[in-house]
């Protein structure tokens, strides 16, 4: 479906008013959705459709996933939470998980950002190497 910059202004200016605190508010994205489908104004689906993408962006940004070798403990947790918080700000939301296949080290994934110091991604690039 082709959105027509109009259509990406108002889902955009949406979305800020989305927002609270600098953290999209779940109601507020509700209460906006209701407004547009009950005004339905011209190109609507577009704007709804624009408003979902920004929402779905805003949500990957927000989410974090730590693979490790081994099970970490919660002071390590605590450590990686405070370092990924002060680089990419409140309400990120940080799971842990145990991938055995990495051999060794972690993998860091926030949004489309990836941080592999593994020991598996090490050897692949040294296989790259040669």
Not at 89 to 98: C, E, K, P
Request: hydrophobic share 40%; glycine share 6%; aromatic share 6%.
């Amino acid at each position: 479906m082709k959105i027509t910059k109009q259509a990406r202004r108002e889902a955009k200016q949406l979305f800020q008013s989305c927002k609270s605190n600098g953290l999209l508010d779940e109601a507020k994205v509700r209460a906006a959705v209701q407004q547009v489908v009950r005004a339905k104004p011209r190109g609507y689906l577009a704007i709804l459709s624009q408003l979902q993408r920004l929402v779905k962006l805003d949500i990957e940004r927000r989410t974090a996933r730590a693979e490790s070798a081994v099970p970490l403990s919660a002071a390590q947790q605590s450590a990686i939470q405070a370092n990924l918080a002060r680089r990419y700000g409140a309400g990120l939301s940080l799971s842990f998980w145990q991938n055995s296949a990495l051999l060794g080290g972690m993998r860091i994934k926030v949004g489309s950002d990836v941080y592999d110091g593994s020991v598996r991604a090490r050897l692949n690039a040294l296989q790259e190497s040669f």
